[in-house]
């Protein structure tokens, strides 16, 4: 046992005791076990009801949460969360360790103290329990739902969960305008108890408690449930309260399930500064383990997508498109460029395999368009090296995987991507497990577009490499405003909490904000070359696109150590950043650490002190963007050797980046 967690195992139980003695007026707590997070649970009076349970946080004695109410609601109008009785409560210590096969940390620590709280309510009799866990850096619980001898089935309308911040509370929110929805929206900031009534706030959202600490409000483990969101609880200012998907056949419904049936974890990541809660491991940890027995056949890595840039081709001899001599090319590439994958996609509304994109029309996923020489594309591919990822609309592999994905498995097919989901409703999030597991199956890795956020399913299917769920840089291809880099600054603290990001990366040619403007063949991008460089460190992202075309890699100073820049870690670490301003990112796969800087603001000059080495002397590479990058495009290299006690020094300019590779000398 840890010894730091028996003590507080007994405090509790002496709380558990004062508790039953005080015939439930005080809190039942508990503590994290370097007791810098505490959750109170309590009856409380809220409106014209008594005995309301009501959670409240506090994150180094600093209240982060009030006093807010738990609950739900059922199709037939009955609840639980109104008046309610305690009826037991325990509370023990978690501690366990594991290993990622992909993820941000390789290693993970999982310790907390647990607390479980049985209730009956007064008006339905209905019994149901709220199982609570207090990490060091964070708080989440989740609803349990026993069967019982007049309660077989849950058809659960709504959840009354609710997260009451304190005065000043900003938020970083996401305003969505229906469930249906990619989440690829513009995050605002504006102060919780002024969020308007009519907001469908996606998840996740940022929140800084002025003199408390930062906080990040998302779900973990969501399984055979439906997707939360968040909107101003109107009868609460201040308070945000939940609101979940409903199911497409019955709007009123968001759960149907045999008992007993858990709720997702809600879960609060809490710290003292944005860039903190980068850091936790609390959305896996709550997260079901590996369901895997092997994942070496899982390789992260950098993929082509064509799409991006609408298949544009310089100096070639055929005409660029859904092509068998466009493939080739692409495969050459890749091979030369060392890219490990290349994306079978779309060109002008059309698949690689005939559909019509949008307005959808299906087609059969097994044969490419003619123009496409399928064998011996993959034939092509084997020869150099390079492994094929496929594109496909959703509705296309729905009710095909059992024959379909055998089939992509035996022509050596890396990878798949599902696109133009748009909903997390129960029935979406059931069929998206079904993908990954029937995937796994058949050793191909997946990705998502047109998605809900990541809830921790990476975790179980470890063959979930990456997710969209994010404005991004394809929008730079139709939308006047763009993917500018305080978005991109800002979704890195907000979007980021849930898991990894997709984000159509790589292009080199970008300009200054002031001169960008949107196309859809060769899109130019806002920012850098070096701030591009550095999203392929600061964006957890398992499965990164090189999502421009070759020449505009080819002789690139960059090109080398972005193809060198891993696609999966051992370590990270948020050095430093701000929302929609900056951000300092360092991530270590075995003894190299990498460090990204993204900057939005004014130029500035920041100082990365290098104390997360180890002993003895490092090579620092350093690229960093050309005094002339606005007309030449081009980063420069330099090279110092620097060890623990030493401060790097990255002049970045406005919309501009570096990337720093530490490796140990030997």
Not at 159 to 177: D, I, K, M, R
Not at 464 to 485: A, F, M
Not at 607 to 624: F, H, M, N, T, W
Not at 626 to 643: A, G, I, L, Y
């Amino acid at each position: 046992m840890n010894p730091r967690i028996f003590p507080l195992s007994v405090i509790a139980l002496l709380t558990l005791a004062n508790f039953a003695c005080a015939q439930q007026t005080a809190p039942f707590l508990i503590e994290s076990p370097n007791r810098s997070v505490r959750i109170e649970i309590s009856l409380k009076k809220v409106g014209n009801e008594t005995d309301v349970p009501c959670w409240r946080v506090f994150y180094k004695n600093h209240p982060i949460l009030l006093d807010s109410r738990l609950g739900a609601t059922f199709e037939d109008g009955s609840t639980v969360g109104g008046p309610s009785a305690i009826e037991s409560t325990k509370v023990r210590p978690h501690h366990a360790q594991y290993t990622v096969a992909v993820g941000k940390h390789s290693h993970i620590v999982d310790s907390c103290m647990e607390g479980i709280v049985s209730l009956r309510d007064r008006a339905s009799s209905k019994q149901w329990t709220v199982e609570f866990r207090a990490y060091d850096d964070g708080a989440a619980f989740h609803y349990l739902f026993p069967s019982q001898a007049s309660w077989k089935d849950l058809a659960l309308s709504s959840e009354q969960t609710e997260f009451s911040l304190p005065s000043g509370a900003v938020a970083y929110c996401l305003p969505l305008n229906s469930f249906t929805t990619s989440f690829e929206g513009r995050y605002q900031k504006k102060q919780v108890n002024q969020i308007p009534d009519n907001w469908l706030i996606g998840l996740p959202t940022s929140i800084e408690c002025p003199g408390a600490g930062w906080v990040g409000i998302t779900e973990a483990n969501l399984t055979d449930y439906a997707g939360m969101y968040l909107a101003a609880n109107s009868k609460h200012p201040g308070s945000l309260i939940s609101r979940l998907s409903p199911l497409p056949d019955n709007p009123k419904i968001a759960v149907r399930a045999a008992l007993p049936h858990d709720s997702p974890w809600r879960v609060l990541l809490l710290g003292d500064t944005p860039g903190s809660l980068l850091d936790s491991d609390i959305v896996f940890n709550l997260s079901e383990p590996c369901a895997l027995s092997d994942t070496s056949w899982i390789h992260p890595g950098k993929t082509t997508f064509p799409w991006w840039n609408d298949y544009y081709l310089e100096n070639v001899p055929f005409k660029p498109g859904l092509n068998t001599a466009t493939m080739k090319y692409y495969i050459d590439f890749c091979a030369a460029a060392h890219i490990p994958y290349h994306s079978l996609d779309g060109y002008k509304n059309i698949g690689w395999y005939g559909c019509q994109i949008g307005p959808h029309t299906p087609a059969d996923i097994t044969k490419a368009v003619p123009e496409i020489d399928l064998p011996e594309v993959l034939a092509y591919a084997k020869s150099k090296g390079v492994k094929l990822r496929l594109w496909l609309h959703w509705e296309d592999v729905r009710g095909k995987m059992d024959r379909v994905f055998p089939l992509y498995h035996q022509w050596g097919i890396e990878g798949v991507m599902l696109d133009f989901m748009n909903r997390d409703d129960q029935e979406m999030v059931n069929f998206l497990r079904e993908v990954v597991e029937k995937a796994a199956a058949n050793h191909l890795t997946v990705t998502f577009h047109g998605v809900f956020k990541p809830t921790g399913l990476e975790r179980t299917y470890p063959n979930l490499l990456t997710s969209e769920s994010v404005l991004n840089l394809e929008y730079d291809k139709w939308d006047p405003l763009g993917c500018s880099p305080e978005h991109q600054l800002t979704v890195v603290f907000t979007r980021m909490l849930a898991g990894p990001m997709d984000f159509h990366q790589g292009s080199f040619r970008g300009v200054p904000v002031e001169q960008f403007k949107p196309r859809n063949t060769a899109p130019l991008v806002m920012g850098s070359p070096g701030f591009m460089l550095a999203t392929y460190v600061v964006f957890e992202n398992h499965l990164p696109m090189v999502a421009d075309y070759p020449s505009a890699y080819r002789n690139h100073p960059a090109l080398p150590m972005l193809a060198r820049i891993p696609a999966n870690w051992d370590e990270t670490r948020c050095l430093t950043g701000a929302v929609g301003d900056y951000i300092v990112m360092a991530r270590r796969k075995g003894d190299d650490w990498y460090v990204g800087a993204m900057n939005a603001g004014n130029a500035r000059t920041r100082d990365v002190p290098l104390r997360l080495l180890g002993k003895g002397k490092y090579r620092a590479q350093i690229e960093s963007d050309d005094p002339n990058w606005k007309t030449n495009h081009r980063t420069v290299e330099s090279v110092q050797q620097v060890s623990a006690g030493d401060t790097l020094k990255l002049n970045l300019d406005s919309a501009g980046g570096a990337v720093v590779r530490l490796s140990p000398e030997k």
